[in-house]
């Protein structure tokens, strides 16, 4: 009955009550909702839905035919394009671009009995065409404007390609820098990674929803998938519950507290059920105990993946538990739409389940505006002015410089002279335009990030000579195919690099992981220097020591070595499109690096997973025995830990104070410290503040970040910085979800990583 109104001048919330359910004998005139309410409107659609409508509703599909050729004639695709017409998809995924997505917009509000606009959601996971640094090396910034501002810029992108829903941000918290999607995230602190969600969350979704350049966001994965045993993609995960509260479920909450419109689940399991079936996660904490109004989807076929974990026998099993648990969409899993229909009818599963799944799923679709305007976000004049503008490169060129961490610096090596120079640069990744890109990156373009070799050339003066030396695999059939370093050592190509170092007075070699060595399913039982590197890296210092090690990488790695011998290290990860440019900046110091790291470096693999909020365990101090807590071959301590990072100017802390020290528990407690800039040139700080709850009822960890400002001086000058405890911050979750502040003895540290030896106490009342 309302298969053109797409055309129409018609608002298309006043047109989607034309037509009524199959039998029923209700009037069917056009009803009127311009001044109803979101709710209501929801309501009164929902009244007209089939059981297999609100299925469908709850069925989302990969894109699965070329919408700008013929329709499928047969096999899945054509059953999926029935299912679409029916009106039994509610959500596609990975269709982009305007002209494919109106094709199948036009499709579910045309063609489809009621008419229900698709929410079309994709991975813009560090960006869309135009690429910020990887999740993780944003988070590296510490700087909550510009991380907003790079999702803003994401959004702004996506939402003219006509995607409304984006799978992400990632608020896994890590420990293991073996596992791969580490990158992903904000890195192991649960207060860091909640202010980070909010920040993302923020600039996805904007302050107005409905307006056409946001998109909906989405946390994941839920819960404590960082968590998974041996940093292995896909893997069980066994922690305590006071783990879960106090850890995990921080940034989560963090990103409902933000109005996060959806929540995605996990491939993990917890506590022994898989996470897509688990009502204590979905029922009990997000939509109980946190009263999240959105709806949570599924990740990738994880509903089929309760048969492979033995909790479900089969999909008419898998479908109860998800459905029941409070999975609201399966993600191309199939499950729902093949078995949810004939459960409900049944009596098996209840429909008022449904109804909760459906009403939410639609009630983000009109917060979207996608009612009253279905094709808002296929406007190809807005595709083609906001995807890849000269404002967007400038926007992640700024977040790709405040990503950088300098962590080594001896003889002030960095910044480099820019004239006079004799410079090698040397390292596979030197040149490298597609590897900075990073994973999870499906709608840019290959070999369009700025290499390192290309920023440096910027600055005339200074002779540059390049070799490679080595060659690390790339190619984007890596992002869906395991990816192994098989090298041989070309003499040739080892003995020009080896040439141009010698007559070089400084060599920047450029070295780390390929961009699609980490991400999902790039889970590593190493985490050294791949292939060849190594050996490169030693043969160079053979013949020249004043060498800048440049790396490019998605995890904390192990470089001991390096770190040893080689006087100037830059972390500087995978960049985004504008990499070689922020590097380049960065050495020459025309950006005064200011990046902390958001993960523990290890020594070694062995240490991992290590982090700086551990536990102080009953034997934590160097005894003249063996029996206490250590390795017998390696130190205890981390290579660089948590929140450390150097700058080309020095800051000094001082004059710490406490404005009370026996507060009460419901007092707010100040803390000052004044932060001098003593070096020689102007900079930036990130000043953090960490506790320690010295004795508690459950044990407590021996530092916890609960304060950063990040802060401009100019050399010489000094700023007396001031931060606010509350119980918030002093409390902590007991083991089983609750909030509680307990009286006693407290530690306040303040300075520019988490070993920071400035300390005070305090005394907390009761």
């Known amino acids: 009955m309302n298969r053109h109104l797409g055309k129409t001048i018609l608002t298309y919330a006043t047109a989607l009550f034309i037509s009524g359910c199959s039998g029923d004998k209700k009037d069917n005139s056009m009803i009127d909702t311009k001044n109803e309410t979101i709710n209501e409107k ?86 869309y065409k135009t690429l910020s640094p990887i999740p993780i090396a944003e988070a590296a910034s510490w700087d909550l404007e510009a991380i907003e501002k790079s999702a803003r810029t994401a959004a702004i992108e996506a939402s003219a390609a006509g995607i409304n829903w984006t799978f992400a941000p990632m608020v896994d918290i890590s420990r293991d820098a073996r596992w791969g999607r580490v990158m992903e995230g904000g890195g192991e602190d649960p207060y860091l990674g909640a202010k980070i969600a909010k920040a993302r969350v923020n600039g996805f979704q904007g302050d107005d929803l409905s307006k056409p350049n946001t998109i909906a966001a989405c946390a994941k994965h839920f819960a404590a998938y960082g968590f998974s045993e041996s940093g292995k993609e896909y893997n069980t995960v066994d922690i305590g519950t006071a783990t879960l509260y106090n850890i995990v479920l921080p940034p989560f909450k963090a990103a409902v507290d933000s109005n996060v419109k959806t929540l995605m689940n996990s491939f993990n399991e917890l506590n022994g059920v898989p996470v897509t079936g688990s009502s204590f996660l979905q029922r009990e904490i997000l939509k109980g105990k946190w009263n999240f109004n959105g709806f949570v989807v599924s990740d990738w076929a994880s509903m089929n993946e309760l048969i492979a974990w033995g909790h479900a026998k089969d999909k008419k099993e898998a479908a109860k538990i998800a459905a029941t648990a409070g999975s609201d969409m399966d993600m191309e899993g199939n499950v729902y739409i093949e078995e949810l229909t004939k459960l409900v009818k049944s009596g098996i599963v209840e429909e008022r389940i449904l109804d909760d799944a459906v009403r939410r799923i639609l009630t983000v679709k009109y917060e979207l505006g996608l009612f009253d305007n279905p094709f808002k976000y296929c406007d190809p004049t807005n595709e083609k002015e906001n995807i890849g503008n000269a404002k967007h490169h400038e926007a992640v060129l700024d977040v790709a410089k405040k990503s950088i961490v300098l962590l080594k610096n001896e003889n002030n090596l960095l910044p480099l002279k820019k004239n006079g120079q004799k410079i090698a640069l040397i390292g596979p990744l030197a040149n490298d335009k597609n590897s900075p890109l990073g994973s999870w990156r499906l709608a840019s373009d290959d070999n369009t990030a700025v290499s390192v070799l290309e920023g440096m050339a910027t600055y005339k003066e200074n002779t540059l000579y390049f070799e490679k030396g080595i060659d690390l695999i790339s190619g984007r059939e890596a992002f869906t195919q395991p990816l192994t370093i098989n090298q041989t050592l070309n003499k040739t190509d080892i003995d020009k690099a080896i040439t141009i170092a010698k007559q070089s007075d400084v060599v920047v070699m450029v070295l780390g992981e390929h961009g699609f060595q980490s991400g999902e399913g790039r889970s590593r039982t190493e985490l050294d220097l791949p292939g060849l590197q190594q050996e490169l890296l030693e043969k160079v210092y053979a013949v020249n020591q004043n060498i800048v090690l440049v790396l490019n990488n998605g995890r904390p790695l192990a470089i001991e070595w390096a770190d040893k011998n080689i006087p100037a290290i830059v972390e500087a990860w995978q960049l985004g499109t504008q990499s070689g440019n922020a590097i380049a900046q960065v050495l020459y110091g025309d950006y005064n690096p200011s990046g902390k790291l958001p993960m523990t470096f290890p020594r070694n693999v062995g240490q991992v997973p290590i982090y700086y909020n551990y536990k102080s365990t009953g034997r934590p101090n160097p005894e003249s025995h063996v029996f206490w807590s250590h390795y017998t071959d390696s130190e205890n301590t981390p290579l660089y830990p948590f929140g450390y990072g150097l700058s080309y100017t020095n800051f000094e802390y001082s004059d710490l104070k406490i404005s009370n020290k026996k507060p009460l528990i419901n007092e707010t407690i100040n803390v000052s410290v004044k932060v001098s800039n003593t070096g020689n040139y102007d900079g930036k700080e990130v000043v953090q503040l960490y506790i320690r709850d010295l004795f508690g009822s459950l044990t407590r960890p021996v530092r916890e970040l609960k304060g950063f400002e990040l802060i401009e001086l100019k050399k ?18 007991n083991a089983t979800g609750d909030f509680i502040v307990e009286s006693g003895d407290f530690e306040v540290y303040v300075g520019g990583n988490s070993i920071t030896t400035l300390k005070e106490e305090f005394y907390l009342i009761d």
Do not use: C
């Open 42 to 127: 929801v309501n009164q659609l929902l009244s007209k839905m089939t059981i297999e409508e609100k299925v469908g509703q709850m069925n989302q599909y990969n894109g699965f035919w070329d919408v700008t050729g013929p329709v499928p004639e047969n096999g899945n695709a054509k059953k999926k394009y029935d299912h679409l017409r029916k009106g039994w998809v509610g959500s596609m995924l990975n269709v982009r671009g305007t002209e494919n997505v109106r094709e199948v917009q036009r499709i579910a509000v045309e063609e489809t009995r009621l008419g229900i606009p698709l929410i079309i959601g994709f991975d813009v996971i560090h960006g």
């Open 716 to 733: 010489g000058e000094s700023k007396t910085i001031e931060f606010n405890l509350t119980k918030d911050e002093l409390g902590f979750f």
